[in-house]
């Protein structure tokens, strides 16, 4: 039992005694680092840093930012204490300085060289017996993939002809104050002349910046420590950027003369457009407020205004825009004011549309309409001008009167030409078989209808005031020289002046080459144009020959159209009536003709004879 005793003893002294050593030992460790006295800042995300791997890395501790605040020279003396601890897995353990790659320099932490383990985030700590204040960094590793890759870069703009120093990074907080600098631009070194560029120390000095200086700058950093060579680099992007004089927004829209038209009802867009000339590189806001409250105040659904972000263009500028949808816009609209503004640098600048209310016409329905009545009657009148013909021919079948049923005449047309002449084979071979056969029309020839025997002047006045047309066969006048011909004609105008119901119509044959004789040419135009100047004669149609051999041509149908109408369904009048009217013209004709001789002081008369004499 002594030996039990004893030996329970002792394990209960060595118990006390290891938890006495315990506690000694953990008195600094990082669990009474979180104590409530020690302060924490965070996470500073600006601070962190980002090494390419297996090159060497500084961590600067953010709490000697504001030397103000804390100033590392001072803290030495005041019983304070720097001690760095890495954040793993919700613990914070403290950076093993025994290692050779920590280095604890000053107000930094170097790790020569990083790898990728070396990840994550780093916490500095600054304490006093009494109090305590923490922040961390985070620390990225990232593989080099080749001799000049430029993964890690700072851009910077520089202005057209001003001067500029590039600066290595943290060469002068190296832990060995014996180092080498050697610069690259767009990966080559020994091109810095010291004339427009020239390196001094860690600096390189670019005299007068031109657009050919423009591009990546890098600094390769070597130096000693702990007998190990170490390097970092560097890279500064420079972009050459225009020295416009001017240095605040351009609104190009809204402008201060325009109006942005509305319409109640619709969807509408506002645009707001601006040109920013290069400051800083500092990201310019632009935003739409309506009655100086900005969207996400109103949180109204109808107002709508996505996020919109344009890269600067080569010289530093930027021309960006911002929309606002309001669908739909609404009457109360009408009243609000909406305002783009844009904060730019240190300035704030803003611009309100003017809104201008739109009636809404129903412009397209009547545009489409009115055009679509124009083009019909285009179309119409060209249909009109090329088809009148047709059109006259069946307007006449439609709506003409068949004059047989208003008079006794026996004939529909009576043909008059000059015998033994060129006319006279037209009339007997063309003409008057394409009445007859063709049309249906009856036709009287003297020739071939004349009685032997009787007295020609009477039966050709008969024949003639019988007829409701008198076809002229005209070429060179001379129908006119031909004496029954000539006969005929008197007879026909004679009729015409005096019962109404007689047209005359022209043929004019083409000259054949048989008559073209210069004496005549003029003559025939002459007697033409007379009696187309007395209106005497209803038409003149034109016979060109072959080209009016076919029953469509112009000729037929312009002849056609002179002759009466055929209507089909025409009754044809008892024979007896004829003979009795027959009997009864015969005698009006005989006045006809003597009235004609005994008066001729109508000067239509004189018109049409003057030239037959
Ligand atoms: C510890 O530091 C704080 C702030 O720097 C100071 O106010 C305090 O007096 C210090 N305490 C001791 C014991 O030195
Ligand atoms: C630098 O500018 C280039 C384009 O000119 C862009 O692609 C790159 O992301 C910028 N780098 C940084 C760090 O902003
Ligand atoms: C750079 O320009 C500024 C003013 O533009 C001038 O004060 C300064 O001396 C110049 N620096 C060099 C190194 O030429
Ligand atoms: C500093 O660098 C020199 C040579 O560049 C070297 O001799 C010296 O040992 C280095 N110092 C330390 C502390 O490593
Ligand atoms: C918005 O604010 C500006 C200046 O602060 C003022 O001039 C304007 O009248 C305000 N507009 C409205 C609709 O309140
Ligand atoms: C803009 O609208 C106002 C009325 O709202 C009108 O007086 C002015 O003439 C318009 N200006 C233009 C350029 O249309």
């Not at 916490?123 to 006093?128: A, H, Y």
């Not at 285009?378 to 004059?403: A, K, M, N, Q």
């Not at 009536?577 to 009006?588: A, F, G, L, P, R």
Request: aromatic share 12%.
């Amino acid at each position: 039992m002594d030996r039990a005793g004893r030996m329970f003893i002792s394990a209960l002294l060595f118990l006390c005694l290891m938890s006495v050593v315990n506690a000694t030992l953990l008195e600094p460790s990082p669990t009474s680092l979180s104590g409530p006295q020690c302060v924490n800042w965070g996470v500073y995300e600006r601070g962190a840093v980002k090494v390419y791997e297996s090159e060497a890395g500084r961590i600067h501790c953010p709490l000697f930012l504001h030397p103000k605040l804390y100033n590392y020279a001072q803290i030495q003396n005041t019983g304070h204490t720097l001690l760095w601890y890495r954040q793993t897995h919700e613990l914070e353990e403290p950076v093993d300085l025994s290692l050779a790659k920590f280095a604890k320099h000053r107000d930094a932490l170097w790790i020569q060289p990083t790898s990728m383990e070396d990840r994550g985030e780093y916490i500095c700590l600054l304490r006093n017996m009494s109090w305590c204040v923490k922040i961390g960094v985070k620390l990225d590793v990232v593989p080099r993939k080749w001799e000049c890759d430029d993964t890690l870069h700072r851009n910077v703009t520089v202005q057209l002809h001003s001067n500029y120093t590039l600066r290595c990074p943290n060469v002068q907080h190296l832990p060995n104050k014996t180092y080498n600098v050697i610069w690259y631009h767009n990966c080559e070194s020994d091109k810095f002349d010291g004339y427009f560029w020239e390196v001094r120390k860690y600096e390189l000095i670019i005299y007068q910046m031109f657009t050919f200086y423009a591009g990546p700058y890098t600094c390769v950093v070597t130096y000693q420590s702990n007998g190990h060579t170490l390097n970092y680099r560097h890279t500064i992007s420079l972009k050459a950027m225009s020295n416009i004089g001017f240095k605040y927004p351009v609104f190009l829209n809204p402008t201060h003369d325009q109006n942005f038209t509305v319409t109640v009802g619709e969807d509408t867009k506002f645009v707001c457009q601006l040109f920013l000339p290069y400051l800083n590189d500092e990201e310019p806001q632009i935003w739409w407020s309506i009655n100086n409250k900005t969207l996400e105040e109103l949180s109204e659904p109808r107002y709508t205004s996505p996020e919109a972000s344009v890269p600067a263009d080569d010289n530093g500028d930027r021309e960006m825009h911002r929309v606002l949808y309001v669908s739909p816009f609404k009457e109360e609209d009408l009243h609000k004011e909406f305002r783009c503004s844009v904060r730019y640098g240190k300035g704030f600048y803003s611009k309100i549309v003017t809104l201008e209310e739109k009636v809404y016409v129903p412009s397209i329905e009547l545009g489409f309409g009115l055009g679509l009545t124009l083009a019909l009657a285009l179309l119409l009148f060209v249909l009109y001008r090329v088809f009148w013909l047709e059109v006259h021919l069946l307007y006449r079948s439609w709506f003409g009167t068949d004059e047989r049923d208003t008079d006794d005449k026996e004939y529909d047309v009576y043909i008059s030409y000059a015998r033994n002449t060129e006319e006279e084979e037209f009339v007997l071979a063309t003409l008057r078989r394409v009445l007859e056969a063709e049309f249906g029309y009856t036709v009287c020839i003297f020739d071939r209808d004349s009685l032997p025997g009787g007295t020609v002047t009477e039966e050709t006045l008969q024949f003639v005031s019988r007829s409701r047309r008198l076809l002229v066969i005209l070429s060179a006048c001379s129908a006119f020289r031909d004496a029954q011909a000539l006969l005929e004609v008197r007879a026909g105008v004679s009729a015409m002046l005096h019962g109404g119901s007689m047209k005359l119509v022209l043929i004019q044959l083409k000259e054949s080459r048989a008559t073209r004789n210069k004496s005549h040419k003029p003559d025939t135009h002459q007697c033409v144009k007379e009696l187309r100047r007395a209106r005497i004669a209803s038409a003149l149609i034109q016979w060109e020959g072959e080209k009016s051999s076919s029953l469509t041509s112009h000729f037929w149908k312009k002849l056609q159209l002179q002759l009466p109408v055929r209507t089909p369904t025409h009754a044809t009048k008892p024979a007896q009536v004829t003979s009795y009217t027959d009997e009864k013209q015969k005698s009006e004709s005989a006045m006809l003709m003597l009235e004609s001789i005994h008066m001729p002081d109508t000067h239509l008369y004189k018109a049409t004879y003057k030239h037959i004499s």
